[in-house]
C-alpha cells in the first residue's frame, strides 16, 4: 500500500494550494480517506475527511468554509482545495486512509499514512 502526497509549495497568505494524494493498494470506494498536518513543534492534527459511502465529508473548525477535501474514484485519488491560505497553515499535510466508511478525526484511527507534501504560507 502507498498513498504518495504532492502538491505542497509556498504561497502567500490569501493565496490558494490544492493537494493531491494517489493511492496504490486501497481503493478510496472502499475506505475512508483524510487529510492531516503537523505543524513544527505541534501535535499532528485532522484537517479532513471523507468518507467512502457516499462521500460525506468533515471539517476541523479552523479550516471550514477555506477547504474542501474531494475524491475522485476513477483516478483513485483523494484532493484537499485550500483557499484562503494563512501563515497558521502552514505544515506538513498528510493524506491518510481508514477501511471504515467514515473518515475520523483520530490520528490513530488510519491504516495507511502518506509520506506527508509541506505548504509554507508567507505573510
Known amino acids: 500500500v502507498q498513498l504518495q502526497a504532492s502538491g505542497g509549495g509556498l504561497v502567500q497568505a490569501g493565496g490558494s494550494l490544492r493537494l493531491s494524494c494517489a493511492a496504490s493498494?486501497?481503493?478510496?470506494?472502499?475506505?475512508?480517506g483524510a487529510w492531516f498536518r503537523q505543524a513544527p513543534g505541534k501535535e499532528r492534527e485532522f484537517v479532513a475527511g471523507?468518507?467512502?459511502?457516499?462521500?460525506?465529508?468533515n471539517y476541523a473548525d479552523s479550516v471550514t468554509g477555506r477547504f474542501t477535501i474531494s475524491r475522485d474514484i476513477a483516478k483513485n485519488e483523494v484532493y484537499l482545495q485550500m483557499n484562503s491560505l494563512k501563515p497558521e497553515d502552514t505544515a506538513v499535510y498528510y493524506c491518510?486512509?481508514?477501511?471504515?466508511?467514515?473518515?475520523?478525526?483520530?490520528?490513530?484511527?488510519?491504516?495507511?499514512w502518506g509520506q506527508g507534501t509541506l505548504v509554507t504560507v508567507s505573510s
Open positions: 493498494g486501497v481503493t478510496f470506494n472502499s475506505y475512508s
Open positions: 471523507i468518507g467512502w459511502i457516499g462521500g460525506s465529508t
Open positions: 491518510a486512509a481508514r477501511r471504515y466508511f467514515l473518515a475520523s478525526e483520530s490520528r490513530g484511527g488510519y491504516d495507511y
